[in-house]
């Protein structure tokens, strides 16, 4: 059963990732089915009844608007893709909750897809795999973390160190020159990647952020802030210095409901300056309890 109440670093790391390993055990499971179908049976009838396209559209075939994720070009396809969904939603969970994530990748695969075939109704086209809801998740990984340090190794085998802010800009900006060089009149470059439906995915992941989290429907009664997302705004001022992880929170009284929503503004500004992992015990206890408070007349 999915739930939408973030979790605590402790429960989060007893708490079964069911949707994220339903997730990729479908899209493994539809890439299993693929080449079964095509290398055993030598037929492409799973990946053109999967796919989508403006033809599978034309005729009715709505269901493509949300199976497209479960067929892939090869295996590095799948495993690349797959990779980033994994670890960006592992991250992503303990914040946001389960249901959430679910409904944020919904919201990438259909936004993805209805904005690809505006770009190609009429011509012709296909999109298979998941790279959608990959490009949805950076964008909400990097206006939740935007200065946050991560490592990787690129190719496997040069060590990069980074912010997300910047992952985020470069592929923005990747697929908006790859949009006009090839899926533009103008466009004379053909690469076969679905920058469009990127693009659709990234929007619906900025617009979750700042119209689904940070509003008042989150249970926390956020304030709603008009603007650019944290990870396209200029370095920020020094931020004022952290009280000591072992200072506890202040204790509020269940019918302070103002006092209380300010103290989990703070707690959540913290969050999205300094990560999860800089929370105190008693500020985590505050955020766990807070959804509940607020929630009641």
């Known amino acids: 059963m999915l739930s939408d109440r973030p979790y605590l670093r402790g429960d989060y790391q007893t708490e079964r990732t069911s949707f994220l390993l339903w997730l990729l055990s479908a899209v493994i499971a539809g890439f299993v089915v693929q080449n079964v179908v095509g290398l055993w049976f030598e037929s492409p009838a799973f990946e053109q009844l999967c796919a989508l396209s403006t033809e599978s559209l034309g005729h009715g075939a709505l269901w493509t608007l949300v199976s497209y994720p479960l067929v892939h070009r090869n295996v590095l396809h799948l495993f690349l893709v797959m990779f980033g969904v994994f670890f960006l939603g592992r991250e992503l969970m303990p914040i946001i909750g389960e249901r959430r994530l679910a409904w944020l990748t ?99 992941g900025w617009l979750y952020f700042r119209y689904v989290h940070e509003s008042h429907r989150n249970g926390f009664n956020r304030r709603l802030r008009v603007g650019l997302p944290p990870w396209l705004k200029g370095s920020p001022k020094p931020a004022a210095t952290l009280p000591p992880a072992t200072a506890p929170a202040p204790r509020l009284a269940s019918n302070d409901r103002a006092g209380l929503r300010a103290e989990v503004d703070r707690i959540l500004d913290k969050i999205n300056s300094h990560g999860f992992g800089s929370l105190t015990v008693a500020e985590k206890r505050v955020l766990d309890e807070a959804k509940d408070l607020l929630s009641r007349p």
């Open 106 to 204: 919904a919201a990438a695969v259909v936004g993805g897809a209805l904005f690809w075939f505006a770009v190609h109704a009429g011509h012709q086209g296909s999109v298979v795999g998941a790279s959608p809801i990959l490009c949805s998740y950076l964008i909400v990984f990097a206006c939740f973390f935007p200065n946050r340090e991560i490592s990787f190794l690129f190719f496997f085998l040069f060590p990069v160190t980074t912010r997300p802010k910047y992952l985020a800009w470069l592929a923005v900006g990747i697929d908006l020159v790859g949009f006009f060089l090839s899926e533009t009149s103008a466009g004379t470059l053909h690469t076969g990647v679905p920058h469009s439906a990127h693009l659709g995915a990234m929007a619906a």
